[in-house]
């Protein structure tokens, strides 16, 4: 059975359990950008316009990237915990989604991040902000 044939088979399957409509070739799903290059037999995927929107929620437009996604060495500096409003958790949320998706290169600090959900501070959320999210690297 040929992948065309496969696809038409499960199609048909669904349409008799959920209304389907055929709209051609996936361009966007779930927010990720499906680029499919037929020439060279590949499949790309971006979430560069998911990025843009996480960098411009979290007002980091204009930050400078780093090379790496965690600090090499621990801060030593202790900062006392704050009840100002932080929106840490929306933006260690972001991150998951980003590493389930397209970057599993900062999965390490996504989860070291995760450690702290219910208790963080401004130190906490400027390790988060600090992992990197080139514009053009999605």
Do not use: W
Request: charged share 20%; glycine share 4%.
């Amino acid at each position: 059975m040929s992948p065309r044939q496969l696809c038409e088979e499960v199609a048909a399957s669904l349409q008799e359990t959920f209304e389907l409509t055929t709209m051609g070739t996936v361009k966007y799903l779930l927010g990720v950008e499906i680029l499919i290059n037929k020439t060279r037999k590949q499949i790309v995927y971006s979430q560069r316009q998911y990025v843009l929107e996480v960098l411009k929620r979290f007002h980091m437009e204009n930050c400078n990237g780093s090379a790496t996604p965690e600090a090499t060495a621990p801060s030593s500096v202790e900062v006392p915990a704050t009840k100002e409003y932080l929106p840490y958790r929306e933006l260690v949320g972001a991150l998951q989604y980003l590493v389930s998706a397209s970057r599993p290169d900062i999965a390490h600090a996504t989860r070291r991040l995760g450690k702290y959900l219910s208790c963080y501070d401004h130190t906490h959320y400027a390790q988060a902000k600090r992992v990197p999210l080139p514009e053009g690297n999605q």
